[in-house]
């Protein structure tokens, strides 16, 4: 059985616009032919991909699923009409990159380098996103390739993932902390500290979660979180805060001596930045040569 790509795009529409009026008119078809449609399609899969109700429709498991395939099909034709618009005006082609702040420090930027520095006729953009909202826009087909650090879930199995560095998070202070002279420290006696943590979309969160949990600690009733790297690092050097982080991320800071990184007694954790590139969709000529790149950067990272 072949799925109809025309019965994936008009799904998508009754998704993005949660009902069947709409989407029959946003696709300028008869509601009653979108309904056939969607019977069609249903027919064909053997299972219900939408409930109907008084409320509008919504997306059952198997609808849900085949969603992610029809955003990423969209995605894949506007690529294709953006690559002919590219190339006529004498440009290569396009890459799209999501990634983690931690690879936006050397990693991304030293590849995208040494890409254009063969390849000058590229547009790439460069999108920082949290953890969840690269997986998806992976999947979904916005970007090409993500460089992010590895979750404690196992990625889909749609998700090729390649390990390119190692990075063990230290706990971060200010020159002039009380802990600042502490060669190592423990998780228990950070307990009655004041706590600055990354966003709870991110892996780091959850990684942070699962060592007060390895520690037998209560997790901090007060603190702050933020989903911006300057605003942690700000409030770390400005407070007697403290938070757990990478010396990657932080390494001017530490380099200048305006934070201090004090490892922790085990438990600790190490993680791992990894690629993710989608197993049906090979790469674009433009994308390898970034995913080559990538790879020579990391080597020599984990060199240095």
């Not at 009655?192 to 600690?217: G, K, N, Q």
């Not at 674009?284 to 040569?289: M, V, Y």
């Amino acid at each position: 059985m072949t799925l109809d790509p025309k019965r994936l795009m008009e799904l998508l529409s009754i998704a993005e616009t949660g009902s069947f009026t709409k989407a029959a008119a946003a696709r300028r078809v008869s509601q009653p032919a979108l309904s056939n449609s969607m019977a069609l399609l249903e027919k064909a899969l053997g299972v219900r991909v939408l409930e109907r109700g008084r409320g509008g429709a919504a997306l059952t498991e198997y609808g849900r699923l085949l969603t992610t395939h029809a955003q990423a099909l969209a995605a894949l034709l506007a690529r294709a009409n953006d690559d002919v618009r590219l190339r006529r005006q004498g440009l290569e082609g396009q890459l799209t990159i999501g990634a983690s702040p931690l690879a936006c420090v050397d990693l991304v930027p030293n590849a995208i380098a040494t890409v254009e520095r063969k390849s000058p006729n590229v547009r790439v953009q460069v999108e920082e996103r949290p953890d969840d909202q690269l997986m998806h826009g992976l999947r979904t087909g916005a970007f090409d390739v993500i460089v992010s650090p590895a979750g404690a879930e196992t990625d889909a199995p749609d998700v090729v993932c390649e390990t390119l560095l190692s990075d063990v998070p230290v706990v971060m202070v200010r020159r002039g902390h009380p802990l600042a002279r502490r060669r190592r420290v423990t998780l228990k006696e950070l307990s009655d500290v004041r706590w600055v943590f990354p966003s709870a979309h991110t892996a780091m969160w959850r990684h942070i979660e699962a060592l007060f949990t390895a520690w037998d600690i209560a997790w901090p009733a007060s603190y702050v979180t933020t989903n911006s790297v300057l605003a942690l690092r700000s409030l770390v050097l400005r407070t007697d805060s403290v938070t757990i982080s990478s010396p990657h991320l932080m390494k001017l800071e530490l380099a200048s001596g305006r934070l201090i990184g004090i490892p922790l007694a085990k438990p600790h954790f190490v993680r791992e930045i990894v690629l993710r590139t989608r197993r049906a969709q090979p790469l674009s000529p433009l994308a390898a040569r970034f995913v080559a790149a990538l790879r020579t950067e990391a080597a020599a990272l984990r060199r240095a």
